[in-house]
């Protein structure tokens, strides 16, 4: 067993305790799939381990005496159990890992909290990385893990000479391309039955359950990942920052919810990207830019959140206070960009990452919405969606809540990026092309309003210098015209909180 806490079990004295508790499927409103897809691999998990012949104690979330949380199942199982010790890894919020420190007070018991060893980067390592650095930038930190990891290295060179090969990525789609699609999965008996538990339990949360198509085992995660490799890889790096309507997924991995939740390990993940350009499967601007998704921004993200909570959070640095609107729940609005990435989130708890920061995210960013009200939503509508790797890039990199701890500057933009950027533009009743007026694209006066209304916040901002200096080249009429359209955009916002 590779992960820490089970790498000495011993399998006559030892128990597994494995418990599903409300507290945990409700502290937010999870999306039904994502708590179909923790639970039945949780189940799958579970039967891995007793076929091992390790001894597992497992609590189902509908069994009579199941107290609901982490605490109260602790505690019962230590009355079936005798147990002198504890073992648990860190947990991926740090709500959790403050519940798990008062246990060797409250439970009587030593409780060993081990490192999670399958992240590549330590929290330790990660903190003296980060010691005395003025600014903590992704960058810096992946060439160190692509150092440390040896990976896509040619001594202490980078492979082809260059770290990053994002300027041969991001481009369009071309006209009459076919896309991979998903590998489906069939629900088994397991994952049956938590559908009918989800159904009974957690219908009245967000998102489609029917549409469930993820893997819930370790066999078929492996084959989820075989899938990327072959088909997807090769077009990953190119096609990374595009968006299509009706084509969900393009050629993204959708492994986050595995390697979150622990059916696949992130380097065998990288492993098999690196295999593949070995054998000229994929180019290595497609491989480089996939393996910094993972040793890069995904271990950065966790060092940031840990490095930071609890206050990492409560920061507000742009001062948004509006309440989040209700169509992030319906998806019913005119803006086709939105209604578009909403739905994909309803039925498949997924959105790609540039759905995520440049529709939703630039949406949010733009409008000042509240950052709690926003993340809280991102955290309950996303199957990979774990505080750790939410939070930060929520708060951090979609909202620029945190000031710039993570990004340079606001991810915001304007319709013109959206419409360079994917094909929605043409099914939606606003035009990209107009900048004020009736039909014009939201996101243009929108984009110009919050430059004007937060510019004692980030005109000193040395890379906002062009976008400050373009505002303050428009005439004084236009301006006033920006304010006062986006002004009655946030009223009518704010006013029906159903339809901009
Ligand atoms: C506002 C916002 C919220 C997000 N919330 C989450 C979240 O809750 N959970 C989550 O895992 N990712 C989150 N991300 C990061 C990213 O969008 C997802 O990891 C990605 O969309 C998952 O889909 P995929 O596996 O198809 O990824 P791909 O696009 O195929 O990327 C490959 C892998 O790289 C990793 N990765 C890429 N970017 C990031 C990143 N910024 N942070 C961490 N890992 C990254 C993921 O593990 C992903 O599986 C968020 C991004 C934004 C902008
Ligand atoms: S016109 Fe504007 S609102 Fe409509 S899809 Fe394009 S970017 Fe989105």
Redesign the pocket.
Known sequence: MSIATLSDIDKQADRVLMVEVNEEATYVRHHQQKLVLVLSAMRHFADELIKDGIQVDYVCMDSDANTGSFSGEIKRALQRHQCDQLVVTEPGEWRVREMMQTWQRDLGITVDIRDDNRFLCSLAEFAQWADGRKSLRMEYFYRAMRQKTGWLMDGDKPVGGEWNYDKQNRKSLPKGMTYPGRLRFEADGITRDVMQLVKTHFSDHFGDLESFAWATSREDAQRALTH?IEE?LPG?GDY?DAMKSGED?L???????Y??IGLLD?RE?CEAALQALEDERAPLAAVEG?VR??IG??E???GVYWLHMPVYGRSNFLEAKRPLPDFFWTAETDMNCLRETIDTTRRHA????????MI??NFALLTSLAPAE?EAW??QV?A????W??????HG???FADGGLLASKP?AASGAYINRMSDYCSGCRFSPGEKLGEGACPFNYLYWYFLISKEKLLKSNPRMGLAYRNLFNKPGAEIDAIVKQSEQFLKTLDQSNVQP
């Open positions: 990327f997807c990953f990374q997924f050629f993204h991995a959708l492994l986050s919810p390697m979150n992130p993940v996939f998704q993972i921004w995904r950065y993200i966790r997924y959105a790609h990452h540039i759905q995520r920061l939703t995210g926003v991102y955290l996303y990979d969606a774990f505080e790797v939410e939070l930060p890039n929520t990199m979609a909202l991810y």
